[in-house]
Antibody, heavy 125, light 109 residues
Framework: EVQLVQSGPEVKKPGESLKISCKASGYSFTDYRIVWVRQMPGKGLEWMGIIQPGDPDIRYSPSFQGQVTISADKSISTAFLQWRSLKASDSAMFYC??????????????????WGRGTLVTVSS | EIVLTQSPGTLSLSPGERATLSCRTSQSVSSSDLAWYQQKPGQAPRLLIYGASSRATGIPDRFSGSGSGTDFTLTISRLEPEDFAVFYCQHCGSSPPHTFGQGTKLEIQ
């Protein structure tokens, strides 16, 4: 089955570090980019950054540059999102998603077609 | 960075009615880069429309997308009870960030 399986909920204290994961299965992990999306409680979707597994080029939203690190280990088909020092404001649901797309005569189409169920991160003293 | 503005913020309709959701971009974008997602409470977003007007796999034909340039529309022709959710548009261009609109909540009247 084609899916993205995310790691379980986390409860952390401010200042702690954290690494959450997103494991891909059912498709070739290195053929698709993986994106991370934040959703704060009761709020909308925020695009954080994107990685092409196996490629050193990782792009971050300016809002998240320097705040998180995105990585991937193609040997285990898993993408990661990590924090060095969490803040209470980092409490949110985090989704990973796969970017698919194709090019035709009418243009190149890109979209996020496969989503994980999300990892809830709670940061509280 | 391209900013996407969705309207209305909340849309209250009844099953069987037609829903029209708007997404406006801060600069002209290629239609091939505009997508729509549906998110129900407690669930991950689901791709509905890509390329402004192409339905994703398994999406009923009551969902349709249109538009070009800076103005895009998601239409649900006849609302079913399971359609009530929050809808997001997204610009998925070749250069990140792939920003989302702030969302439109479609609620049962």
């Amino acid at each position: 089955e084609v899916q993205l399986v995310q790691s379980g909920p986390e409860v952390k204290k401010p200042g702690e570090s954290l690494k959450i994961s997103c494991k891909a299965s059912g498709y070739s992990f290195t053929d698709y980019r993986i994106v991370w999306v934040r959703q704060m409680p009761g709020k909308g979707l925020e695009w954080m950054g994107i990685i092409q597994p196996g490629d050193p080029d990782i792009r971050y939203s300016p809002s998240f540059q320097g705040q998180v690190t995105i990585s991937a280990d193609k040997s285990i088909s898993t993408a990661f999102l990590q924090w060095r020092s969490l803040k209470a404001s980092d409490s949110a649901m985090f989704y990973c998603a796969r970017r698919d797309g194709y090019c035709s005569r009418s243009g190149c189409y890109r979209y996020f077609d496969l989503w994980g169920r999300g990892t809830l991160v709670t940061v509280s003293s | 960075e391209i900013v996407l503005t969705q309207s209305p913020g909340t849309l209250s309709l009844s099953p069987g009615e037609r829903a029209t959701l708007s997404c406006r971009t801060s600069q002209s974008v290629s239609s091939s880069d505009l997508a729509w997602y549906q998110q129900k409470p407690g669930q991950a977003p689901r791709l509905l429309i890509y390329g402004a007007s192409s339905r994703a796999t398994g999406i009923p034909d009551r969902f349709s997308g249109s538009g070009s340039g800076t103005d895009f529309t998601l239409t649900i022709s006849r609302l079913e009870p399971e359609d009530f959710a929050v809808f997001y548009c997204q610009h998925c261009g070749s250069s990140p960030p792939h920003t989302f609109g702030q969302g439109t909540k479609l609620e049962i009247q």
